[in-house]
């Protein structure tokens, strides 16, 4: 059974620094394209971030030069380092499969809080 477990939001003021890691188990991490998205309140679920098994990466417009994608295949582990946040980055973040692939189960995702 896949799991995936993010963790590492938080409450951050305007411009700090966020690194969010998502724990995953139950599938072939190596083998597998993974990505970040994002939930705002009343917002649909947005894209943010891919990365191929050979890590080719792929950022969303809304947040590129201010976020990049990493994975770990030894740790099944991929991360998102999130530079210079401001108060619209306010959002559960997820982990899941990149777009184009039947998405797993969604973890409960780490709830990140961009705020003065």
């Known amino acids: 059974q896949v799991q995936l477990v993010e963790s590492g939001g938080g409450l951050v003021q305007p411009g700090e620094s966020l690194r969010l890691s998502c724990a995953v188990s139950?599938?072939?991490?190596?083998?597998?394209?993974m990505a970040w998205y994002r939930q705002a309140p009343g917002k649909l679920r947005e894209f943010l971030a891919s990365?191929?098994?050979?890590?080719?990466?792929r950022i969303a417009g809304s947040v590129k030069g201010r976020f990049t994608i990493s994975r770990d295949n030894a740790k099944n582990t991929v991360y998102l380092q999130m530079n210079s946040l401001q108060p619209e980055d306010t959002a559960v973040y997820y982990c899941?499969?990149?777009?184009?692939?039947?998405?797993?189960?969604w973890g409960q995702g780490t709830q990140v809080t961009v705020s003065s």
């Open positions: 899941n499969l990149a777009p184009g692939s039947s998405f797993v189960d």
């Open positions: 139950g599938l072939e991490f190596r083998l597998s394209a």
């Open positions: 990365i191929t098994t050979n890590d080719y990466t």
